[in-house]
């Protein structure tokens, strides 16, 4: 042991430096050794325990990616729950007092190393995406849509609320029969499956990650679509071709701030004067690395941006933002749902990759569903288009009628493999 | 007359340089003496009749200023549809063709002048805003609302739809009995008096037009509300206190790119973590000067700017933008009924200011309807909140629920004075 921590009183400081980190939320902090700080009171949202003190010191150091690791290697665990806890550590973070000179290098040196050019963007997506799709089946829903989903009413679950919002973008974009839709970033296909079954549009969708668009081409052929969707397993800035729609979920936050130049290309090429385009995306208030933890351990690469950043991409091309929606609380539902069915299957996950993994995901799980919760991430869905496109309604109530609801309902019930 | 203008192939050469400015629109330029030039076919949308070579030679100098100065004195004239021309001209409009050094030169020099410091506002405004009530009654409707209506249906009129979109701006705000508003630029306080008698809240409103703040004073009196709604004479910086819900409906234009700061002032201080805002303004796709015409003759110091450009008064102070609506259309539409209005009263604007006024406002506003309907101007409004704002609902089911619409449409019917 680094041997200034033998001692009682530099444990304590350590302890309660870590402690101004979150101060004032209601988090007690206690090492195994018996010292503790933090918030004193009955009322605690929640206690950090950390196993020794090398790993208080490094928390210290640099707390956005030593709490992480520590969690996920067991040196740190909490007694409490954890959303909660990390929730309440969100909203009373300053950026003034997290993260050292060391922590900054380190998020810095991070981006540089995790850059998304096309080779580092098949790494990156390779290393989250093709974690093979059994996995995700555990705890997605059944058509493995990996994105933030739209509860149109307070009753839906989570099976509903996926196809709601699968929904909700073919009605924003106002896909008409026949028309042609090209898809940067697919996932497991879902969506382009669901423009072509329920708005039959022919859909050309392109995605880096083997094992989903092997998965995606398998359920087109199973749903006799594979004629009318395309999966191409390629990477976006090599899109061509003309289209009547341009869609992307889930997408921009794996494109990285240094790449807009690109994408913004990719829309120019395909958002003509007469059509139409939606952006979905995890966003921010305000401009800010993603936390580094989760740039390290689970989306190498990723920048969440302001919707003034990503605006960027759509300003210069004399596109016309037509609506943007936050739909933030529903990512914390979506979240929610997906950790609680995480948990039913930790066990299965633990035999498939070990119990660190499983702590690893728990606490991206968690701390996602926190920062939208806490409001340090975003969703925006942003719809443009060009000056020319008639298909959009001047106002939006046809994406709320109630009889189209009805009725949209009961074509999901047939339609539901 | 400049010497070579006596040369008909000069004459013609100039005819030809100003066609260029608007091609491929389908428009026929003639000169008074007989020479032509521009689109030449039997369905041209309109003639541009040019009086002299003068005014010609004018045109091409700096088209911008000079097409609305000399329709205004009567040197040019439009056989055929003013508004279908100018949309015509604007669909076509380059930014590489339109514009001598000489031109851009006078534009900027205007936007000198004109700059909106405290003393700068308040002359900007009152040339505009303070013509007398009486001229715009004439033309508006019975409120005096002088922003873009919302169509909530297609049956509406100009009546109806202003009040609509009062309705809308406070149910995306989601004002609550008891709660206090602050407005910056209030116009003739029509919003504020709909705020405080169909929502119970209290506001005050701030503008720096005196005849528009006498006039809104007198009517809180008339309506009993006096003591529930506040017409503050001062200009927008210097509001201060707090309030639940901040309001600012086509201010933003007349506020000018260079004072953005102050406003970002003013919101900080008035929007926080608990609380909401809305920002409604004309706007534009990309970044461009306002008409340099518009600016000389109709909105000194005027600015409409991009979504993102706008966005720089959120994004700094941590408010999450919760929903961006672009009206474009339903601004085209009030421009259109304002239009009509106008012409009804022509003779009677004429008596009040004279046939180069008429010809001015006519340009003026058929000038903005072209510009809604050709896209190069566009209406967004920006409703943002505090990340702990409770009130803001996760859908947008609420605004477009009939039963309540039906309701409130009683309410109106009511309480409409």
Redesign the interface.
């Known amino acids: 042991m680094f041997a200034p921590l033998e001692s009682r009183r530099t444990r304590q400081w350590l302890l309660q430096n870590f402690g101004r980190t979150v101060e004032p939320a209601r988090i007690c902090l206690r090492l195994e050794s018996g010292e503790q700080a933090g918030y004193a009171g009955p009322d605690a949202i929640a206690t950090i325990v950390v196993r020794d003190a090398n790993t208080l010191m490094r928390l210290v150091m640099n707390p956005e990616i030593e709490f992480g690791d520590a969690y996920a290697d067991g040196r740190l665990r909490v007694e409490g729950n954890l959303a909660a806890l990390l929730e309440s550590a969100f909203?009373n973070l300053s950026r003034d007092r997290i993260g050292t000179p060391y922590a900054r290098l380190a998020s810095r040196w991070l981006a540089w190393k995790q850059n998304n050019t096309i080779h580092g963007s098949r790494e990156n997506i390779h290393r989250h995406y093709d974690l093979t799709s059994d996995f995700y089946k555990l705890w997605l829903d059944s058509q493995l849509v990996y994105t933030c989903a739209y509860?149109?009413?307070d009753s839906m679950n989570l099976e509903q609320a996926q196809v709601a919002k699968m929904d909700y973008v073919c009605r924003k974009l106002q896909l008409q029969p026949g028309e042609s839709v090209v898809e940067t970033g697919c996932g497991w296909g879902a969506l382009a499956l669901h423009m072509a079954s329920h708005y039959g549009v022919r859909v050309r969708a392109f995605n880096i990650s083997s094992e989903q668009v092997a998965f995606a081409r398998r359920r087109a052929k199973q749903m006799g679509l594979d004629g009318q969707v395309e999966f191409v397993e390629d990477d976006y800035r090599n899109v061509s071709g003309d289209y009547d729609a341009f869609a992307s979920i889930g997408m921009l936050e794996h494109v990285g701030k240094g790449h807009y130049g690109e994408m913004r290309q990719v829309i120019a090429r395909t958002v003509k004067k007469t059509t139409r385009g939606l952006l979905h995306f995890i966003g921010r208030?305000?401009?800010n690395p993603l936390n580094a933890w989760i740039r390290k351990r689970i989306f190498p690469g990723a920048y969440p941006p302001?919707?003034?950043e990503a605006?960027?991409l759509i300003?210069?091309l004399?596109?016309?933002?037509?609506?943007?929606?936050?739909?933030?609380?529903?990512y914390a539902r979506t979240l929610e749902e997906w950790l609680a069915r995480f948990e039913k299957s930790a066990n299965r996950v633990g035999e498939m990759f070990g119990a660190e993994f499983v702590r690893l995901w728990r606490l991206y799980l968690a701390g996602s569903l926190a920062g939208f919760r806490?409001?340090s991430l975003?969703l925006?869905q942003v719809l443009f288009a060009g000056?020319?496109c008639k298909l959009i309604p001047?106002?939006?109530?046809h994406?709320?009628?109630?009889e189209q609801t009805e009725e949209k309902e009961l074509r999901w019930m047939h339609a539901t493999p």
């Open positions: 909203r509860y149109a009413d208030n305000r401009s302001t919707l003034r605006l960027e300003e210069p004399d596109l016309a933002v037509v609506d943007v929606e936050n739909l933030r609380m529903h806490a409001g975003q925006f000056s020319d001047t106002t939006r109530h994406l709320y009628r109630t």
